[in-house]
């Protein structure tokens, strides 16, 4: 059961980021930069726990770095709609075929 909400919340994250290459207000932008620093930060703490460095713990933390508004990134526009079309991606991908239940069990395991 958690671990199909936290599916659900990673590709609702993943539609947001593709939707963000339509023209909408700073609200939308904002709100898509808080749940999309979460929804990284939980994929960076999954693959943490469930085998230290790897891979998706990598991009998990580069896209954490891309996407969060405490450091800002000296991109242009259009170079931040690729990045999040491409990070949609990336998580839709995690998403979809790499994540696994028993991961999420284990998840909270100290």
């Known amino acids: 059961m958690r671990g199909s ?5 990673l590709l609702l ?3 947001m980021m593709f939707i963000s290459y339509l023209p909408m207000p700073y609200a939308y932008y904002t709100i898509l930069e808080i749940m999309g ?4 930060i939980l994929i ?5 726990k469930s085998g ?4 998706w713990f ?5 896209g954490t770095m891309l996407i969060n508004s405490i450091i800002e990134t000296p991109f242009t ?3 931040g709609m690729f990045i999040n079309v491409f990070m949609g991606i990336a998580m839709a991908y995690y998403a979809s075929s790499r994540l696994r239940i028993r991961q999420f069990k284990n998840l ?3």
């Open 5 to 9: 909400r936290f599916k659900g919340f």
């Open 13 to 15: 994250v993943s539609a």
């Open 37 to 40: 620093t979460i929804a990284w």
């Open 44 to 48: 960076a703490f999954t693959e943490y």
């Open 52 to 55: 230290g460095l790897s891979v």
């Open 58 to 62: 990598i991009v998990a933390i580069c």
């Open 77 to 79: 526009q259009s170079i």
């Open 108 to 110: 909270f395991k100290w």
